[in-house]
């Protein structure tokens, strides 16, 4: 049984930094795509960043230059680096894998959540 464990998260000072870690553990046959989304109280859940299985990384227009997603293949871990939070950060991140289990069919992962706060 394949499920995605986050680690990371806390409260924070505005400007400050926080790493979000997520592993697919169990036996995965391929990871498509791996990255973070985000919900805040009262909002949808929107896509933060992912990596791509090429490799290739998209951001949402709101983080896009001070967060930074990373893969590691071989470990079926991904990473989020947070720089210069700010209080809209404020949000509950999920890590999201597009991924095959081993004899299993492609389908979404979610992690359990970790919550992020990040003080004015």
């Known amino acids: 049984q394949v499920e995605l464990v986050e680690s990371g998260g806390g409260l924070v000072q505005a400007g400050r930094s926080l790493r979000l870690s997520c592993v697919a553990s169990?036996?995965?046959?391929?990871?498509?795509?791996m990255g973070w989304y985000r919900q805040a109280p009262g909002n949808q859940r929107d896509l933060v960043a992912y990596?791509?299985?090429?490799?290739?990384?998209n951001y949402s227009d709101s983080v896009k230059g001070r967060f930074t997603v990373s893969r590691d293949n071989p470990k079926n871990t991904v990473t989020l680096q947070m720089d210069s939070l700010k209080p809209e950060d404020t949000a509950v991140y999920y890590c999201?894998?597009?991924?095959?289990?081993?004899?299993?069919?492609?389908?979404?992962?979610w992690g359990q959540g970790t919550q992020v706060t990040v003080s004015s």
């Open positions: 169990g036996l995965v046959f391929r990871v498509y795509t």
């Open positions: 990596v791509s299985d090429s490799g290739r990384a």
């Open positions: 999201h894998a597009d991924l095959r289990p081993a004899g299993g069919r492609r389908s979404d992962y």
